[in-house]
């Protein structure tokens, strides 16, 4: 029997996606997108878990889409290519939605290369942890077209617009210490040390107060689109919302005794 081309593994409240083509670098076909797209999916509805790592298996992140798919393709006429691969990148968008949209919080571990949908993939995750050897390219101008996956919604949003613009136009490779400094990822740690970093990461946050994460995760993903007084009465019905919550309750105890939270995520 074949290894899944996406594995999902579970640690109490910790749940890991592993995608498993390392031969390939991880690229993108049609199996791990739909794989993909079922863990993901899977995931968001799981009351259970409490947060969700991202790593690829092997020494790479993800090399972006499978260009031996794409070139087997070439021979098609431009207008049949051109159905073909809108389909194909149509089916990434249930996966970088539901990571959107998923309450929990989603770390990105990096190792290796991030490249094309690869990085796109980082940037849609809540947060990024890169081993000092990682290095990261958005590629996609490499091969004569352009970013996909939510690459150019999060790029920008993330380092501005005339720094987007020189990642994507001209697809230059860059370091770890590099995607720090530009807000793309949020630590970074020596390559022996990323996984047990990104486990002390995930337990933290899976035992914070987790209805209060998703609050948190879905204020800060509308705020650009809204208003301020949009913005405000969102907070205040955030607020109230949470303040419902045994979590709240135990972590306005645990401040009056002063000791340490036991939050539940209920």
Known sequence: MSEAVVEV???GAVATVTLNRPAALNALDDAMMAAMEEAFTTLEADTSVRAVVVRGAGEHFMAGGDVKLFHRGLDLPPAERRRRLEL????????????????????????????GFGLSLVMACDLALAADSAYFTLAYSLIGTSPDGSGTYHLPRIVGMKKAMEIALLAERFDAATALALGLVNRVVPAAELESATTALAERLAAGP?????????LLGQSLANSLAEQLQAEAESFADCAASEDFAEGVRAFVEKRKPRFTGR
């Open 88 to 115: 194909f990148v149509h089916k990434v968008h249930p996966t970088v939605t539901a990571i959107r949209r998923m309450p929990m919080p989603v770390i990105a571990s990096v190792r290796g290369a991030a490249a």
């Open 210 to 218: 987790s209805h209060a994460y998703g609050n948190t995760k879905r």
């Open 9 to 11: 593994g579970r640690k």
